[in-house]
């Protein structure tokens, strides 16, 4: 058997919201390696290459039955991937209810429920399935709004407000792949996660210039540009890593 660069070939990996922005990215570089890419996801996927379950990861219920599909169909699951949230854009629509004064207790407990308890309960699922053959990774998405706060002077122009359910999930995923790799770790379950910056992707000019005066390398990420890094965590190459927060930010958090 050829290996790939990653030697992921074959290696079956569940990626949660694999049909999103940086998901379906993400997706796209698993099956160039030639991994079984297995996707939850509330929208519906037209990639033939790959296994969907159209689930909702806050129900328990649901994630147990997708379990039971890789144990009748004896599926050893090699990587999970919680990448799934709910992000806020910046747009020049009325805002006023994301600020924090106005912000609704529905919101609140609509973001933490679908991009931290998502993570946890999958986590939960698929992470104790893993840990029976003492072997995985797990890899969390995080934000480089997960080391620091939101500027919201970069949002101005558009009056938007990054909310503050965004920064405490963020912060929450940290805590969580720092859990996790403590716990499992004996059971040879390693549990690292990213924080990535912002992605290039037709934002207005006003708010690409300022996010850039905060960036030392003086731009946002490149489309794809994450996904060597990914592929670098969900292999063996990483095999020593855990516990592990990468920054990829383009230096933004350093100053």
């Not at 030697?7 to 919201?17: D, P, S, V």
């Not at 790959?50 to 379990?67: A, H, M, P, Q, V």
């Not at 037709?202 to 690409?208: A, G, K, L, V, Y």
Request: aromatic share 10%; net charge positive; charged share 25%.
């Amino acid at each position: 058997m050829k290996k790939t660069f990653f030697n992921l070939k074959n290696k079956n990996i569940i990626i949660t919201g694999g049909n999103g922005f940086l998901g379906s990215q993400i997706t796209d570089a698993l099956l160039k390696e030639q991994a079984n890419v297995f996707i939850i996801d509330i929208k519906k996927s037209k990639k033939k290459s790959i296994k969907y379950f159209n689930s909702d990861i806050t129900n328990e219920g649901e994630l147990r039955e997708i379990l039971k599909f890789f144990k009748k169909k004896k599926i050893k699951i090699d990587v999970l991937i919680n990448n799934a949230a709910i992000d806020y854009v910046p747009s020049k629509s009325k805002n006023n209810h994301l600020k924090l004064e106005n912000f609704l207790n529905d919101f609140w407990d609509k973001d933490l429920s679908v991009s931290l308890k998502g993570s946890y309960l999958c986590t939960k699922v698929f992470g104790s399935y893993m840990s029976k053959f003492r072997k995985g990774v797990i890899l969390n998405i995080s934000s480089d709004l997960g080391i620091i706060a939101p500027d919201q002077r970069i949002y101005k122009d558009s009056n938007f407000i990054k909310p503050v359910t965004y920064s405490v999930v963020k912060h929450g995923i940290i805590g969580l792949t720092k859990y996790t790799a403590s716990y499992w770790g004996k059971k040879n379950i390693r549990c690292n996660a990213i924080a990535p910056g912002g992605i290039l992707n037709n934002q207005d000019s006003s708010f690409i210039k300022k996010i850039n005066q905060l960036i030392p390398l003086g731009r946002m990420a490149k489309k794809k540009e994450y996904n060597g890094l990914i592929l670098f965590l969900c292999s063996d190459l990483s095999s020593y890593l855990t516990g592990s927060v990468i920054v990829a930010d383009g230096g933004r958090t350093i100053i």
